[in-house]
């Protein structure tokens, strides 16, 4: 390796070991030349056969068990050099030529700070899932219309219609690359906080004096599988949490539309959070005691939060759930669990 790569590629496994070493083939795949990109391995466990393919590829590893996920990124990206970074998740992989096109946009285009790509969705086996099946937040069809958008840094007004209003650019970190100094300094402290690090990642660009390249080249393979933590009940709770913390930066920053908008998805997630709470509790048999009082604390939220009143199939699920198991705790219990029959039926 050259003593200065040109990107750095952090890739992340916590918890799941499955599909990591397709993820890191497919970064040692890649169409560019082995000594212009280094790759960093941080994970929370150890496993001889991940372990062992790792160092017959040169690969470095961090053992790190920090629970922010910012944080223990960042641990990772401090073991590099690369003035650009990339990350990758374990279930997710990259296509061949997506490193190389990642460097030619940030040297044609020295203005960018961010960069971010679409994707193409594949199953737990690794096998193409057709457009027909992938929800709106993958297809990103804004960007059929459109192709590539350049924002320039002085015409930042325009980011947040195409990469919030009319387009999802703040999903998936696969997605993403970024100069290194979108990572330092006071940056650096509040992306160390995220717990969702693509939004981060993205906010902190925005609020930022950097240009923006959103890609319509579809270079990274996203996983949808059994195993995604985004919609689990947790999960709802951290996104809550991210989306407040980074609108009170964005408006620290002076970018009211962003702080609105992050502030309405936090009522959001921590709506469908309180909901799914009382779902849960009835399909672990819960005390009625106990669903009454997750119950209560959803209603209460709903009556502060006028805008997450609609009548959605999961605002009316959760209150009938909860209801219903406080008059026939069986008849509540049959009905969520023939719920995922009919689902895939």
Request: glycine share 6%.
């Amino acid at each position: 390796m050259t003593e200065d790569p040109e990107i750095a590629v952090v890739v992340g496994a916590y918890r799941r070991e499955r599909y990591l070493l397709d993820a890191v083939r497919s970064v040692l795949a890649q169409d560019l030349l082995r000594d212009r990109y280094e790759v960093v391995v941080v994970k929370d466990f150890a496993n001889e056969t991940v372990d062992r393919f790792l160092r017959e590829h040169g690969v470095p590893a961090l053992l790190n068990d920090e629970p922010r996920t910012g944080a223990w990124l960042l641990n990772a990206v401090h073991a590099t050099r690369a003035p650009i970074l990339a990350f990758l998740d374990d279930d997710d992989e990259f296509e061949p030529g997506r490193l190389a096109h990642v460097l030619a946009t940030f040297r044609d285009h020295p203005e960018v700070g961010f960069y971010r790509n679409r994707v193409r969705v594949m199953d737990e086996r690794g096998l193409a899932v057709s457009v027909e099946r992938w929800r709106t937040v993958e297809t990103d069809a804004e960007f059929d219309a459109t192709g590539p958008v350049l924002v320039r840094p002085d015409r930042k007004a325009d980011l947040f219609d195409i990469a919030v209003a009319r387009s999802f650019s703040t999903f998936n970190l696969s997605t993403m690359a970024a100069r290194r100094d979108v990572l330092s300094g006071a940056f650096a402290e509040r992306f160390a906080q995220a717990q969702l690090p693509d939004l981060a990642l993205f906010v902190l660009a925005a609020v930022g004096p950097w240009g923006f390249y959103l890609d319509d080249q579809r270079l990274t393979r996203y996983r949808v599988f059994s195993g995604n933590v985004t919609g689990q009940v947790n999960w709802l709770k951290h996104a809550s949490e991210a989306h407040r913390d980074l609108g009170a930066f964005a408006k620290e920053r002076g970018r009211a539309e962003f702080a609105v908008w992050l502030d309405r998805q936090a009522d959001h997630y921590e709506r469908l959070y309180h909901g799914g709470r009382v779902v849960e509790s009835v399909a672990s048999n819960a005390t009625r005691r106990a669903v009454a009082s997750l119950a209560t604390q959803y209603v209460r939220f709903l009556g502060g939060h006028p805008k997450e009143r609609a009548l959605t199939l999961d605002v009316l699920g959760a209150a009938l759930y909860g209801l219903g198991y406080l008059v026939a705790p069986s008849m509540a219990r049959t009905v969520l669990a023939a719920r995922p029959t009919a689902r895939a039926a």
